[in-house]
């Protein structure tokens, strides 16, 4: 019997605000534990929420990354359920009206084409606290409770697990690019919840769903479906049925494994959240905010290999992270040549990210600073060897122009000048002339040698040629 | 020095004079409450700091522009504070102490009021007697073996016996308007929104409204002034300008246009009531204005909308309450499970737990369409009924509940019996509207209600037509018996 594979998603999105979504605590990772809650966030008597309105904004901007069509009329609804990490007793989320509605991805297929992939739903909520287990207490965590999510549930349109995956890398890229959410999986800030299903080809019914849950990456996510469609094949081949269930995947053995049976339906008494108006969003805002929507990376890629000659990989690489992009698009504002800009930002750029560990944003270099180190490689006022300690300087956040004033690097490139050393160094060493003539070239690296010594390295090695070979060709 | 015949401007005028200091009030007034309450019981909780704090008005001197400035006033206790216990009349949250102050009691602290003290109530205020506390009944101050009405009975019981001129209470379905019209006071219920909620412990979120009882008209509207307005702290608390609540009070009903639904005086309503909501109507005829005869036609179906929705709300609101961070934890639980049960179980009162189950089916997947949807639909419709009626009326007459004051321990073997008692005021919480209880007369010695209902943040024009009602009636100036003791 052959199968086809019906997956559908679910990602929350932790927003990036400075405050909660109902309460004025704030938002940051690695604090002491309740450190960043306040009697809102406890669910304390007497206490009320309040909407953060630069939630809602940021919901906007999901939606419209998303294509998706924009609630006008947005009400919160109440999710009632009893867990130490709730401390109201509820959830506050958009049930009934959910902010978006009807968005895609597009995703790339197989045979070159692409595909898009529906989402059903995107809704704004409120993240729940956490709690840990000691020997002989248990422990809660307030911080992350109230913290802005939107959840994007996907339509189950993706067949394969490589499907779901590309899904969730455009995902994923689109909401990095809007800025609304750093979408780090590895710091839960995007979580994902998987639905797979197999039915016989050609069958109209779907089949029973598996859930999949904690799944700590897009690797992880690949292949706990890619198994969990093997294993699901395998017990109908042998006969056997598929239980509605809750499964968890095990990196080390790459298997998924059964975590909870689902008896029967939670019954999360949904209704409208008394303490909370209605919200009326307006066409003017929408505008506003698709008018400050930012370019697109699959635009930017376009634009990067249309109008500025690049690879595909170098669009690629360049459009990894917002930040990388937007720092590449200044470089080129500020009048960079695009291949050598790419090849910095790449080259000199990554390795001291990577060895240094630490995020672009984060470092002193400006796209001002290298766009001006550019700017005299390219008119020849440094060498490449050169650059290299101009770089250096500039994650130490010095000034290029100034540090190369200072350290004497500016490379000698007129002819005028150079001339008369190339001609005393040729007095100075007539048997590497008679070398060249006897068809020697080792000579002619031998004499540019003579002469980066004699200018400290700042000769330009172009021009020394030049004077160089009309020299021992007269 | 009781309070009785006096007002807040006379009393005001007394502190500014110098005839009395705050602190000497204040103490007068502790030793008042501190002497009945073995027979009235009306008081959660006394605030241990309030002589000093009238010391420090005193000291600061009497604002002279403002009539709460250095005045004892006494609070419900589901209004949250830092130096007395807040314990909505729950065994759930015995002993707590709040880490914040309402809003309310952040304003009458700010105009110079001294807070008392904390009045008992029905727990979480679910009720129509203050039987329903789990620390004591309180009694009508009329007649103690009669209920003082509920939710609010401390604060209607404390105004009434001349203990304080004006007390806080909250309204969600009538708590405030009921116990004004069984104990003789003036109760407001102001329109949804017109107070902060930020500190009134939840009971129908989208039904509560925080109010003042006093003596008079006029009092009440001094104390509605100092409470009023908007507060970032409550989302659904509205922006509409405060006006001087105070400002009509002489402009009389001549010309007014009162609607008087006939629902309000059909089956169930006492004799008693009927015949002084219609000696009223006169009085208001007389004095210039129009009577006619209305129909609310939903109204009837209020009560069943209001225990659908305000239950539903409230089954969520006290979802808080299972003993995880703060009040009360039962010692018996083994886990998790265990934890929620025993806690919710020993913790909350049978009304609460009552209100809690009928609002958990309400709202559970199977009925919600066939309750909480349908209350939500029948709400509307009473909405346009009201809509309707206030297209040619400035307001509405009728009576506040349908009886006088019922005596202690009489409700039946049928909990939901004593629902209907609220049949008049829901509809005005079901609408948002603003709801105001004055005495309108007497009933084998206890006090009858009228209550006038308004236009939304119309409270100027419901006590522009009381203060006119009260300037010609002698209701408000009779005394409780346990005062001529």
Redo the contacts between chains.
């Keep these: 019997m052959n199968f086809e594979t019906t997956i559908g998603l679910e990602v929350h999105v932790e927003l990036k605000t400075n405050s909660k979504i109902f309460s004025p605590s704030p938002v940051s990772y690695g604090a002491d534990a309740n450190e960043n809650t306040n009697v809102i966030d406890w669910g304390y008597p007497g206490t009320l929420p309040t909407i953060n309105k630069q939630v809602i904004a940021n919901g906007i901007t999901a939606a419209l990354a998303l294509h998706a069509d924009i609630e006008k009329h947005p009400h919160f609804d109440r999710k009632n359920y009893f867990y130490p990490d709730n401390p109201k007793g509820y959830q506050v989320t958009e049930n009934d009206t959910p902010a978006a509605t009807n968005g895609w991805i597009e995703v790339q297929t197989a045979d070159g084409g692409t595909k898009k992939i529906g989402i059903e739903e995107m809704h704004v909520e409120e993240d729940a606290g956490k709690n840990t287990h000691g020997n002989k207490y248990s422990y809660v965590d307030l911080n992350r409770q109230g913290t802005p999510l939107i959840e994007i549930v996907s339509k189950p349109e993706m067949t394969t697990p490589q499907e779901a995956y590309d899904y969730l890398e455009g995902l994923r890229e689109r909401i990095q690019f809007t800025g609304i959410s750093d979408v780090r999986m590895e710091e839960g800030s995007m979580r994902v919840d998987c639905n797979i299903s197999i039915r016989p080809i050609g069958s109209d019914q779907l089949g029973q769903k598996i859930e999949l849950k904690n799944l700590n990456s897009f690797n992880y996510v690949r292949k706990a479906l890619a198994y969990e469609e093997q294993r699901q094949a395998q017990v109908i081949m042998a006969g056997g049925t598929i239980g509605a269930e809750t499964r968890r995947f095990d990196e080390l053995t790459g298997k998924t494994y059964l975590m909870r049976v689902k008896e029967g339906k939670d019954d999360y008494r949904y209704f409208p959240e008394p303490d909370l108006p209605s919200l009326e969003i307006s066409d003017a805002w929408i505008d506003e905010l698709r008018t400050a929507l930012p370019e697109m990376p699959a635009k930017r890629r376009e634009r990067y290999v249309h109008e500025l000659g690049l690879t595909d990989y170098d669009a690629m690489v360049l459009t990894q992270t917002k930040e990388m992009s937007d720092f590449f698009d200044r470089l080129i504002e500020l009048g960079s040549d695009p291949k050598m800009a790419s090849n910095y930002l790449q080259g000199d750029v990554n390795a001291y990210l990577n060895d240094q560990q630490v995020k672009l944003e984060n470092t002193k270099i400006t796209p001002e600073a290298l766009a001006a180190m550019i700017k005299m490689l390219m008119d020849e006022t440094i060498s490449t060897k050169m650059a290299k300690k101009v770089f250096k300087a500039i994650t130490q956040g010095e000034d290029p122009k100034v540090f190369v004033k200072e350290k004497g690097l500016i490379q000698l490139s007129d002819p005028a000048e150079l001339k008369p050393i190339v001609d005393d160094v040729l007095a100075n060493n007539q048997q590497s002339i008679e070398d060249f003539h006897n068809g020697k070239d080792r000579a002619v690296g031998f004499l540019v040698g003579q002469i980066m010594k004699r200018t400290q390295g700042k000769a330009n090695p172009k021009v020394v040629n030049q004077i160089l070979m009309q020299a021992l060709n007269q | 020095m009781n309070y009785f015949d006096r007002d807040l401007e006379s009393v005001h005028q007394q502190l500014v004079n110098g005839d009395v200091t705050s602190a000497e009030l204040t103490k007068q007034t502790l030793a008042n409450i501190a002497a009945q309450e073995p027979d009235l019981q009306a008081y959660l909780a006394m605030n241990e700091a309030a002589v000093e704090q009238a010391e420090a008005v005193d000291a600061a001197g009497i604002d002279p522009d403002n009539v709460l400035s250095g005045m004892p006033v006494a609070i419900k206790d589901n209004?949250?504070t830092t130096n007395m216990p807040?314990t909505?009349a729950s065994k759930m949250?015995e002993n707590?102490h709040?880490?914040?102050n309402?809003t309310v009691v952040e304003k009458l602290q700010a105009a110079g009021a001294i807070i008392v003290g904390k009045t008992n109530l029905d727990e979480f205020a679910m009720g129509s007697s203050t039987e329903k506390s789990a620390y004591q009944t309180t009694k009508n101050p009329w007649d103690l073996t009669t209920v003082p009405g509920g939710s609010s009975g401390g604060s209607a019981a404390t105004v009434s016996a001349g203990q304080v001129l004006a007390s806080l209470g909250s309204d969600t379905g009538g708590s405030i308007r009921q116990p004004a019209s069984f104990t003789g006071v003036v109760g407001m219920k102001p329109t949804y929104g017109r107070v902060s909620?930020?500190?009134?412990?939840?009971f129908?979120?989208?039904f509560d409204q925080v109010g003042p009882f006093t003596r008079t008209v006029k009092d009440n509207a001094y104390l509605l002034n100092a409470i009023a307005g908007h507060d970032?702290?409550?989302?659904?608390s509205s922006d509409q300008e405060v006006p001087d609540f105070t400002a009509h009070l002489n402009d009389g009903v001549q010309g007014m246009r009162i609607a008087l639904p006939k629902e309000y005086l059909g089956d169930g309503i006492a004799p008693a009531v009927k015949d002084a909501i219609r000696a009223a109507a006169k009085q208001y005829e007389d004095l210039g204005a129009t009577v006619e005869t209305v129909s609310l036609p939903h109204a009837k179906y209020g009560v069943m909308a209001y225990y659908a929705l305000a239950s539903?709300?409230a089954?969520?609101n006290?979802?808080?309450?299972?003993g995880?961070?703060?009040?009360y934890r039962s010692p018996e639980a083994k886990n998790?499970e265990d934890l929620?049960v025993q806690t919710r179980s020993t913790g909350f009162g049978n009304e609460v737990k009552r209100r809690i189950m009928l609002g958990?089916f309400a709202?559970?997947?199977g009925s919600?369409d066939k309750y909480?949807k349908k209350a939500a639909q029948i709400r509307t419709l009473i909405i346009e009924d009201f809509q309707k009626v206030f297209q040619d009326h400035d307001l509405i007459m009728g009576p506040t509940a349908p009886t006088k004051a019922f005596q202690i321990g009489s409700e039946s073997t049928d909990p939901t019996e004593m629902y209907v008692n609220d049949v008049m005021t829901i509809p005005v919480n079901l609408a948002g509207l603003p709801g105001m209880s004055l005495p309108a007369g007497f009933s084998d010695g206890l006090p009858i209600g009228m209550q006038l209902i308004g236009k939304p943040f119309a409270e100027s024009t419901l006590y522009q037509a009381g203060h006119a009602f009260e300037q010609n009636t002698d209701f408000h100036q009779h005394t409780p018996q346990l005062g001529g003791k």
């Design positions: 209004l949250v807040t909505a949250l707590f709040s880490l914040f309402a909620r930020w500190g009134l412990i939840a129908g979120s989208s970032d702290h409550d989302a659904t539903s709300e089954s969520s006290l979802e808080r309450f299972d995880i961070r703060y009040g998790l929620y958990t709202l559970s997947a919600f909480f």
